[in-house]
């Protein structure tokens, strides 16, 4: 229970463990493995889920991003993707403005109304602020080791029955890979941050997430928190561009989208 007892008090304390961090996750899935993970989920919670193919080639069966990371407390963020999905993605995040680049959408921000809501900036949130864990896991057979040249303390963690209405508590999983009924969680032995997080269904993995590099609380560069588009990009209102926005059915954004496309049984009468 030593052990174990270490663990609990360094996610209860790990609500505001830095000041500054630089970081570096690969983030590997298993296309076909975690689909079916989401599936099986979907059917403990007796959800129905309809799925749409779209044209193009089939996906690789296994995708790996590179995420980069910078945190400045209390509300600045830069975070970079290469390789997989979202290679050239980047966005920056100060307070609640935020500025969003995709090769594919363009550039965007909200600085003239902050109200619109993004992601951007927030990437592998619960990784940086992992007290959420404590009500979404249950840990056991903790050891120690080492991630990225930092002690970890390594535990299985299982997720908690559900129960209730609203938001199911395995939400806070799911960057650590939704569906998963056992994880293997790596936390920094000194500032209980998620240094990795494995994801099992049936016994075999379907995602990994693993930080190559790691500091804390070491000056971070103030231009990482300005914007640059890269050039010939004007910055857009959120949204798709305008040339790309069009009214479609179903069918039609099914023939249209390289990707699979989902589709809610019903829209809930409770929403606007």
Known sequence: MGDL???LELLHDADAPFVSLRARYRVWRHRERAHAAFLA???????KTFAFGGGGPPPDPESVDIVD???VRPDRARVEHSGGDRDGVFGVR???RWWHFDPRSGASSNVEDVSVGSGTGTELAVF???PRLLGALRFAAVSRGTRA???VLVVDAWPRPEAGQGRPPGFELHEMGIGGDRYRLELDAERGLVLSAQAFAGGEPFQVVEALEFEVDQEVDDDLFVFHA?????IQRPGFRGELLRHASISEAQAAAPFT?????RVPSSWR
């Open 5 to 7: 007892s270490e663990l």
């Open 41 to 47: 989920q979907a059917e403990r919670r007796a959800a």
């Open 69 to 71: 990371i910078w945190r």
């Open 94 to 96: 100060v307070g609640e």
């Open 128 to 130: 940086l602020d992992p």
């Open 149 to 151: 040249g930092r002690a």
């Open 230 to 234: 890269p050039p010939g990009e004007a």
């Open 261 to 265: 496309l989902f589709v809610p049984e």
